[in-house]
């Protein structure tokens, strides 16, 4: 038998430990620095449109580590944050797990494989609201997302959303709607509040969320479960998030606020775009900063 010259095997061994590193720098940048999303749909258009593989940064919040790995519907989540090297703030766009089940915003719940992305209207400690389409944020004084799609939103008679079962918002009360909500209290985690009737309104999905047990209000005391409660301090951030295309988006107008453990990370570049409906790569979508 003819043998292998050692220098063969040596060249071999090298490959095959560069290779190896390779896959492992490779998960360990998709785990803890950054990952490539597709966008399937036109919720944040024209910002993004379909097609568009997006650059989403994990170290502004944090990378997210799972402690179990149990993914069955209606399984909690159970994970913990790498150290954040920035701030998530108003007007960056968020990618992030699905916050509800599907077809049910009467509470929240967290999916694996489903993930959405939208641009931050509040951060937590931020006050948010909507007057006549607009978007506001109390520690932010330029436009949120896009004035075009806002002042359209504006102009689209209030029946026609009525009969679309798109007008009204969360928290379903007050007389919400997508054009005029508000003011709303993004919570931050460590933040208190006293729990009256209108808290517990605004607040009972992120408590129950955080808590496993249900927040009711009954003849002017709040009860936790069965137990008579005051107030009630947050033990994650929260965030409020809409779509840029505001007429026709599924976001915290109408599911209430975003945990911060289903956060991902922001979107930073548009890398490029394969068209959904061609299958040809749009050429004029390539490595645009968001």
């Known amino acids: 038998m003819k043998k292998i010259p050692v220098i063969a095997v040596k060249i071999c061994s090298r490959c095959m430990y560069a290779s190896v590193l390779l896959i492992l720098l490779h998960f360990c940048r998709r785990i803890f620095i950054a990952e490539k999303f597709i966008i399937p749909s036109y919720s944040m258009y024209p910002t993004l449109i379909p097609g568009d593989r997006i650059l989403v940064s994990k170290l502004e919040y944090g990378a997210r580590i799972y402690r179990s790995f149990d993914f069955s519907d209606h399984a909690a989540l159970r994970c913990m944050r790498m150290p954040a090297l920035g701030k998530i703030s108003a007007g960056d766009i968020l990618v992030f797990n699905q916050v509800h089940p599907y077809g049910d915003w009467s509470k ?3 999916k694996i494989n489903s993930v959405f992305c939208k641009r931050v209207l509040g951060a937590p400690g931020d006050t948010v609201s909507i007057a006549d389409g607009v978007n506001f944020n109390n520690h932010y004084s330029g436009t949120i997302g896009l004035m075009q799609s806002q002042n359209s939103l504006q102009n ?19 007389g ?7 003011p709303l209290y993004v919570p931050a985690k460590g933040d208190c509040v006293e729990l009256d009737l209108w808290h517990c309104t605004l607040y009972a999905k992120p408590v129950e969320y955080e808590t496993g047990l249900e927040l009711t209000y009954s003849d002017g005391q709040a009860f936790l479960g069965t137990e008579p409660v005051s107030s009630y301090t947050f033990q994650d951030d929260w965030f409020y998030t809409v779509g840029d295309n505001c007429i026709d988006s599924q976001d915290s107008r109408y599911w209430g606020f975003v945990p911060g453990r289903h956060v991902i990370g922001v979107a930073k570049f548009i890398l490029w775009c ?3 409906n061609t299958n040809h790569r749009n050429a004029g979508r390539n490595f645009i900063k968001l």
Do not use: H, M, Q
């Not at 919400?176 to 508000?182: A, E, M, R, S, T």
């Open 156 to 174: 689209v008679p209030d029946s026609l959303l009525i009969n679309s079962n798109c007008f009204y918002a969360y928290p379903w009360t007050n």
């Open 274 to 276: 394969r068209d959904s």
């Open 176 to 182: 919400y709607n997508i054009k005029n909500l508000g």
């Open 108 to 110: 929240i719940e967290f």
